[in-house]
Every structure is written in structure tokens, then in C-alpha cells.
């Protein structure tokens, strides 16, 4: 089932994904096409608001592994929001949970100054 | 396209090999475990493992040739989960399948150390003519439940 994208850029400089659906191995190709050309735009800061992903699986993680290098190649701060106990604790076995900036709250995310 | 059957308590899904059927595994298995009362945090855990399993198979036993088939049967055996994977491709070279060192952080490879974290047992039968039989077993917790009865 394809994911539900949205974009929309609360300030300038800062690109907000919003991702809404499940992450797998069918789908992460379709975020991995919105999220490159995000990162190749130039912004500061980009925030992937994942508070509607009800399920991540390893090809999720490594698109979002993916930005946060691509990011950080190019200065980009690269955060993760509001992300739900399950897809949380996915990031937690993978011991990603401290690798990427997460935030409770997708404003907290956009707020914070790099 | 896929196929669903019960007998003698298990049940198995049979789903071609297009990644964009590993939804209706996901959706079988959640459906087969919601009786069980599962721990909500392990329950997700198994159906990520059995999620990666399959994605492996699509992506090392096909190499993404989605016109073949999986099928993902799963069994309760009095507080165990047992999981089996069939596939009819390519066999792994069972001696390479390691997860990789986290510490290294980079895209992939995760798979297999989900599968390992979460299932108690992990075996691969490639000795069938065609294709590799994978298990996964799991003792299961039942969740706590929110009110006790004096």
C-alpha cells in the first residue's frame, strides 16, 4: 500500500516530511524518492514527522539511515519526531535510537534551533 | 494472487514474491496471534521478525523476481510460537548468515539481527531439491492483564 507523504515547510529553511502508513520493504522506496530530493534542496534543517507510521521494518530504517548520511555530508540537520513505542522500539534493536535526533513532538523538532 | 489455510490449529499464507505482499503476512500473523494475548511490545517484535524473513527471501532466495512464491506458516504449540518460511529459490550459504556489527553504522543489514534478537531458535533446512525451509521458534508472553481477580 502506498504511504501517504506530505511536505510542507513551517519556516524557511526547514522541510517537514510528514510519512503516514507502514514502512517496508514495498514502500521505503517511495520515501527514499521524496526524502533525496530534500536533501539535495538545500534546506537546514529536515524533520520526518513519523507520528502516522504504524509499523518500520529494516528497509525503512536504512532509508532514514540513508538521509540522516546524506545530511550530514551536506551540513543538513536531520531529525526524526513523534514516533510511536512500536517504530521506537525498532530503532531501539537496531541501536539507532541515539544515532538519530529524535523528538517527542514534531513542533519540539522544528522549534529547536541546529 | 494469495492463498490462506488452516488445519490443526497453524496457518499459512502463501503470498507471492512482490514486497508489497509482505503487508498481508503482516496482517494474517496479527490476526492468528490476537488471540493469544501476547505482550503488545513482543507481538510487534514477531511480526517484524517474520517480516524480515521474508524480505530476505525476496531479496537473496528471488533476487526481486516477484513471480515466485512464500509461504509463511505459523503454529501455537502450548506457549510457543513455531514459524516456517519456504521458499523455492536460491539456498543461502547458511555459514555467511550473521548480523553485522551495529556499531558500524550504514544502510541494511539489519534483517538478520532482528530475526536473531527476537526468535528463541533460528534454523535454515536447505535440503530440500528446491529452495531452503526456514524455522523460528518463540516462547511467547501473554500480556499482563489489567485487572485481578480475589
Redesign the interface.
Known amino acids: 500500500m502506498a504511504l501517504e507523504i506530505v511536505l510542507r515547510h513551517p519556516a524557511a529553511g526547514i522541510a517537514v516530511l510528514a510519512i503516514n502508513g507502514e514502512v517496508d520493504m514495498g514502500s521505503a522506496s517511495q520515501l527514499r524518492d521524496q526524502l533525496t530530493p530534500i536533501i539535495a534542496s538545500g534546506a537546514g534543517v529536515v524533520v520526518v514527522d513519523l507520528s502516522k507510521v504504524s509499523y518500520m521494518d529494516s528497509s525503512g530504517i536504512a532509508t532514514l539511515v540513508e538521509g540522516l548520511q546524506s545530511s550530514m555530508k551536506r551540513g543538513i540537520t536531520f531529525r526524526l519526531s513523534d514516533l510511536n513505542s512500536a517504530v521506537l522500539d525498532v530503532f531501539k534493536l537496531a541501536r539507532l535510537d541515539s544515532v538519530f535526533k529524535v523528538y517527542d513532538t514534531t513542533e519540539a523538532a522544528v522549534d529547536d534551533q541546529p | 494472487m494469495s492463498d490462506v489455510t488452516a488445519l490443526d490449529g497453524s496457518v499459512t499464507v502463501t503470498v507471492p514474491s512482490?514486497?508489497?505482499?509482505?503487508?498481508i503476512v503482516?496482517r494474517v500473523l496479527e490476526a492468528y496471534m490476537e488471540d493469544l494475548s501476547l505482550d503488545p511490545?513482543e507481538l510487534?517484535?514477531i511480526?517484524?521478525a517474520v517480516?524480515?524473513a521474508c524480505?530476505n527471501v525476496?531479496?537473496y532466495a528471488y533476487a526481486f523476481d516477484d513471480t515466485k512464491k512464500i509461504s509463511v506458516s505459523v503454529s501455537d504449540t502450548t506457549g510457543q510460537l513455531e514459524f516456517t518460511i519456504r521458499d523455492f529459490g536460491k539456498k543461502p550459504d547458511v555459514t555467511s548468515i550473521t548480523p553485522r556489527d551495529?556499531?558500524d553504522?550504514?544502510?541494511?543489514?539489519?534483517?538478520t539481527?532482528?530475526i536473531q534478537?527476537v526468535m528463541d531458535e533460528v534454523s535454515y533446512d536447505i535440503n530440500n531439491d528446491v529452495g531452503t525451509l526456514l524455522r523460528m521458534s518463540i516462547k511467547y508472553r501473554v500480556a499482563e492483564t489489567a485487572e485481578k481477580v480475589d
Open positions: 512482490s514486497p508489497k505482499y509482505l503487508r503482516r511490545a510487534q517484535h511480526i517484524l517480516d524480515e524480505s525476496i531479496k551495529l556499531d553504522v550504514r544502510p541494511g543489514g539489519l534483517g539481527h532482528f534478537c
